[in-house]
T-cell receptor
Framework: NAGVTQTPKFQVLKTGQSMTLQCAQD?????MSWYRQDPGMGLRLIHY???????DQGEVPNGYNVSRSTTEDFPLRLLSAAPSQTSVYFC????????????FGAGSRLTVL | GENVEQHPSTLSVQEGDSAVIKCTYS??????FPWYKQELGKRPQLIID?????GEKKDQRIAVTLNKTAKHFSLHITETQPEDSAVYFC??????????????FGKGTKLSVKP
């Protein structure tokens, strides 16, 4: 099993550009989530999904969209990138519910100029 | 909503000493408290977790204690080694409101173990 795979690992955007961070897991996990990590701020939940076709907002959802058309994939879309979205993004999954061991992807470092 | 406070933000110890990191949470309904270790440039990885029906859990040099009444939990690392140097995050689950047990993380503790 590859676990949780995130692409790209690094990305530089200009303000106003849009892009999608990809996340895929091959463990048949129902629950998937996106976190952003900023220095001194810990990990903050952006969006999460408890199964295909179901998504909901976390702590810091503004400026991001998600969809969950399959169990395996949970892409995160930045609609109009802003410098405040410069961060490291982690996708994570768990078999069911969030109150269980999260398996994290390797992270995607995004810089918005 | 749930709030998780973590202290200290940085901790420096000599090799062989013990290290203690403390976290407090606000939602008395929280029932799951994991600890993650993140080495520089790597992904967070679970090192130990505890559920609200247990007061203490040990795994070799690592232990976690939970005080539900006071709403705080702590990570204890004994006989620290240089490879324990990393950032440690505590987390607590959110209960209710359709949150499905999402985790709220503390801001992290940077542990440095000096040889």
């Amino acid at each position: 099993n590859a676990g949780v795979t995130q692409t790209p690992k690094f990305q530089v955007l200009k303000t106003g550009q849009s892009m999608t961070l990809q996340c895929a897991q091959d463990m048949n996990h129902e629950y998937m989530s996106w976190y952003r990590q900023d220095p001194g701020m810990g990990l903050r939940l952006i969006h999460y999904s408890v199964g295909a076709g179901i998504t909901d907002q976390g702590e810091v959802p503004n400026g991001y969209n998600v969809s969950r058309s399959t169990t395996e994939d949970f892409p995160l879309r930045l609609l109009s990138a802003a410098p405040s979205q410069t961060s490291v993004y982690f996708c994570a999954s768990t078999p069911q519910g969030g109150a269980n061991v999260l398996t994290f992807g390797a992270g995607s470092r995004l810089t918005v100029l | 909503g749930e709030n998780v406070e973590q202290h200290p933000s940085t901790l420096s110890v000599q090799e062989g000493d013990s290290a203690v990191i403390k976290c407090t949470y606000s939602d008395s309904a929280s029932n799951y408290f994991p600890w993650y270790k993140q080495e520089l440039g790597k992904r967070p990885q679970l090192i130990i977790d505890i559920r609200s029906n247990v007061g203490e859990k040990k795994d070799q040099r690592i232990a976690v204690t939970l005080n539900k009444t006071a709403k705080h939990f702590s990570l204890h690392i004994t006989e620290t080694q240089p490879e324990d140097s990393a950032v440690y995050f505590c987390a607590a689950s959110i209960i209710g409101g359709g949150s499905q047990g999402n985790l709220i993380f503390g801001k992290g503790t940077k542990l440095s173990v000096k040889p």
